[in-house]
């Protein structure tokens, strides 16, 4: 019997030893002598839901339609300015009408020339009914789409329309081949204008994309580009220092000092535009008491809680967050300090332990992440919290029902402006549907209804900051954290466009 | 009824139920691995109860300021969480989940698994609807059947405890029913019910007990299995809510830092590994004293 | 035979009947809409509305259900919410990575199981047998998700003799078996634990029989003897064991799938679930489900050509 337990001792023994052994990282093919490379591999956590803009609307599928596709507008991704893309072009001839001129010497993977009519079918079918797109609502201020000549397009809106631009530049406003989509589907098959083409898509498994020859800017170094499933990132870590993968995106922030010690990989870290934040239930009764939602604010170390993020996560109060449009620096530190003090006088004063709280998370590491932290911080202030966990789908759903005392929400903001962060999460409009804090405030209401309705962006950015101004106010919302986009690529490359958005392109990335 | 009565003493007497036990402890006793075991459970259900007393710190209370902190440190020798959680506490505290929801998820299984079993291999006329229940609940994938399950009641140990036990009820159904066949063929049954004794009297006084020897060894192998079945569903994210320690839940959660911190991982690891273990081992002792011919599978 | 087998394809039907019931039922009740998943957080109610409407969700249950089966009686397992792709061809694409999981976890399963219970049978009460034994109780014990993960990070990362994952290499070629080994001892080792088991307490149990010592008594070597007699008598409570686990691998594929990044049919469930895929929740666990009936039923078959003594009829 000593034996085999001894037995048992030196497996357990070894296996822990290789464990905390020096690891080496295998050398991988896959360049040539001129800087192309033949084979790029990106590890995805998902499958894409399909491959045409107009009927997505994630961010997995949204990857690869960025390297097919692309948009009339682009948001320079260090500057934050929009930039025509597709378009040359733009002109308000009055506020509700947009005169825009295109590109002309741009043709689809098909052979098919860009042009005003593709523009007039892209658009009218993301926003037709019958088609049901899920991002439909980019275009819903559109009225009419006509064609002026063969290069030039007018979009009348039904009013003034502040964040045209903005929704025109998001992924799923890219203009797809009209000839294409009438003879197959692309959800399968996708035909665009971008640096890439389609080769093969299996589900659960990879899209292959190959270089675009024709594409204006030249040809891409990558020869061929392979966006395969990972589903498990301790997985796709372990790849990317094998050389299995080149390329990750959106690196948990508890594995940041793994990847950071792999000797052949460069870690790419930026500010980023999505946010995280905890909302009471402003439906609930209880939850309207602002002493309640004071001391909640007060009981949360928010600094304590970003050191965990290990570099991934920026601090601010602000509900817009320094890379949108309509952040202005003074918000940063605008909310309710962290003072453990206050937020245990008020529990005591108001009774708040007597009330079991439900704290509804989803089951995503960085939301347990919060809740977990959150959860105990609480409870020393002398709140009785209690987490319940939910599949995404199931979450979504709770939250937007209605369905909790307080969570936690995000939201990417592809388009980096201030007003897709507030008109759909905090305006009473979308109650019953994204505005999931069920928050509802007519002054709040005025101001960002204001900043959709002008195009003069220097009102726009007045009346965010503002409304912004209201919210912290009101602690209607606790900031946890805004994003920081991250990538970590095998060091034999460069040339990686990052955006603040987590959009990347890897159009330009060659042998070192 | 004096002679039902004179038959049942006769068929149930001369197998003393003291007697039994004690040659049932002597002959598992001889089994070196039950043993050792036996001692683990014990240990773990000691653990269980006394976990205040054995446990420096509450095993939810966060200390970011010291987290990740290695095997042996001081104040904590199985280290903390990247919560800065005692690992140790969580460890001991974890046991009286896995114990919790193991017995009673395998109790719940039982008591439907005896009551389709019964009358499936008594009634002869139920027999093959319920059977085709069993089947049915046999050919889901017992994952699955867990996920969907949580998919309609929310993730909570209490639902994990309902999946675990409608996945046993399957088995244990045919258990009972296999030895619920054999034994009304039994001539003193036969006659017994020539006498006139209920349907009752018989399934509770006779066939029952006669379940017994099998139906033990299958509830102590499935302890295993449930404690497996626990953690796998909590690795998911499926199961044990946090901050709760639950072991395969705190395996989830140290598996990201397992290139910086691998005890996260390895320890609550070797922890389900030697109570399912030992619940195993006890299990196969169990079977090899009650009757070594005994076939469960 | 032939009755048996018809008999058990009725069997199946209703079965499959039964369990997509089961499915659909459960996945009705379920909270968390299809069309938010497809909508995403920022879609109106008048998207999910329309979405809704589009796949038929806002028909009453039973007619729901009705229009299922009709339609997969006729072979139409219907399309996927979010990809649109059909379900047989989703499948498809995904089974054979599953079943070569499956197979390469059962060889391996097969090869140190039947190994290790002969020799602890062979030497029964030394040693030799007490580390098997033991062994083979470790290798129950064992949760697969923590193997995985271990395996990956000894031989993946730190030896870097075998890939972290994937299975998209051919099974001819070096890579494509390199790929398989670390998947199949994580999913083979509960099962190779069991098979164990089985061979050494059914060897010994033949070995005791009457039938062996008048082998014996007859004059044979005693190589002949265990090696003709016992082990083709002991193998028959193996074969069940083999079978019913591999029915088990199959429905058990599920963590591997994930831990290995292998785009099988377990994945495809877990995430199909997670995205409230109701087609292809359907389509999955109606094949995982006749793929463990057909795999019971060829075991019963094999019985009958092994032991003859028994019959079906």
Known sequence: MKQNLVFLLLLLM????????????????????????????????????????????????????????????????????????????????????WMIKLRKDVKFHDGTPFNAEAVKYTFDKLRDPATAAPRASLLEPVDEINVINEYEIKIKTKYPYGPFLASLAHTNAAIVSPTADKKQDLMKEPVGTGPFKFVSYTPGDEVVLEANDEYRDGTPAIQQLVFKVVPEVSTAIS???????????????EQISRIDSLKNIDVTKKNGSSIYY?????????????????????????DAFVSKLNGLGVRSDSVLGPEIFGYEKDKDSAGQ???????????????????????????????????????????????KVQIETMEWAAFL?????????????????????????????????NIKESNRTKYSNKKFDELVDASRETIDQDKRLEYLNQANGLLLEDNAVVVMYHGVVTAAMNNKYEGLILEPNGKWLLKDVKRK | MTTLSNMEEQVTKPKKMESNFISLTKRLLKNKLAVIGLLIIIVQILMAIFAPMVTWHDPIKQNLAQSELPIFSEGHWLGTDNYGRDVWSRIVYGVRISLLVAISSVSLGLVGGLILGLLAGYYKKLDGFLMRIVDLLFAFPGTLLAMLIIAMLGASLVTVTIAISVWSIPACARIVRGSALSIKEKEYIMAMRSLGASDFRIIFKHILPNSFAPIIVFATMRMATAILSTASLSYLGLGAQPPSPEWGAMIAQGQAFMWTSPHLTIVPGIAIMLTVFAFNVVGDGLRDALDPNMDIH | ???????????????????????????????????????????????????????????????????????????????????????????????????????????VAIIIGIVTGLISALRHNTWLDATSTTFALA???????????????????????????????????????????????????????????????SILEVAKADYIRTARAKGLKEGKVIWIHTLKNAMIPVITVIGLNFGLLLGGTIITEKVFAINGVGRLMID??????????????????????????????????????????
């Open chain 1, 14 to 97: 070894s296996i822990i030893l290789a464990a905390c052994g020096k690891s080496s990282s295998a050398p991988s093919g896959g360049a040539n002598a001129d800087g192309s490379i033949d084979k790029f591999v990106y590890a995805s956590t998902a499958d894409v839901a399909g491959l045409s803009p107009i009927l997505t609307n994630d961010s997995i599928s949204a990857n690869v339609q960025e390297h097919v596709y692309e948009t009339l507008f682009n948001r320079n991704s260090e500057t934050g300015e929009i930039t025509p893309k597709l378009a040359e072009s733009y002109e308000n001839t009055d506020e509700n009408t």
């Open chain 1, 239 to 253: 790849m990317l220092q094998t050389g299995e993968v080149d390329f990750i995106d959106n690196l948990p922030s």
């Open chain 1, 278 to 302: 905890l909302t009471v239930n402003h439906s609930i009764k209880e939850n309207q008491d602002p002493e309640l939602r004071k001391a909640i604010a007060a009981a949360i170390d928010r």
């Open chain 1, 337 to 383: 300090a962290y003072d453990p003090e206050l937020a245990k006088s008020l529990v005591d004063k108001n009774g708040y332990s007597n009330r079991p709280i439900k704290l509804l998370t989803a089951n995503r590491a960085n939301f347990i992440l919060m809740a977990e932290i959150v959860q105990a911080q609480l409870t020393e202030a002398g709140f």
């Open chain 1, 397 to 429: 759903d709770t939250a937007r029902a209605g369905e909790y005392d307080i969570t936690f929400l995000s939201w990417a903001n592809l388009t980096q402006d201030g007003s897709e962060m507030l008109y759909p999460n905090l305006h009473s409009d």
């Open chain 3, 1 to 107: 035979m032939i009755s048996l087998i018809a008999r058990r394809i009725v069997e199946l039907l209703l079965l499959l009947v039964g369990i997509s019931f089961l499915v659909f039922s459960s996945m009705y009740i379920a909270p968390g809409d299809p069309s938010t998943m497809i909508g995403g957080p920022t879609a109106t109610e008048s998207d999910l509305e329309n979405i809704r409407d589009n796949l038929g969700l806002n028909d009453p249950f039973l007619v729901q259900y009705g229009r299922y089966v009709k339609n997969a009686v006729q072979g139409d397992f219907g399309y996927s919410y979010q990809t649109k792709q059909s379900v047989s061809e989703a499948i498809a694409v995904r089974f054979p990575n599953t079943l070569k999981l499956a197979i390469a976890s059962m060889i």
């Open chain 3, 139 to 201: 290798g129950i014990s064992i949760p697969n998700f923590w193997l995985g993960a271990l395996l990956i990070l000894v031989f993946a990362v730190n030896l870097q003799w075998l890939p972290v994952g994937g299975m998209d290499q051919p099974l001819y070629t070096w890579e494509g078996i390199k790929q398989l080994i670390l998947p199949a001892i994580t999913l083979g080792t509960g099962s190779a634990a069991m098979i164990a088991r089985m061979t050494r307490s």
């Open chain 3, 272 to 313: 199909a679930i997670a995205m409230r895929d109701f087609p292809l929740v359907q389509g999955s666990v109606l094949l995982v489900a006749t793929l463990f009936v057909v795999v019971n039923l060829v075991v019963d078959i094999v019985y009958t050509f092994i032991d003859p003594r028994i019959n079906y009829d």
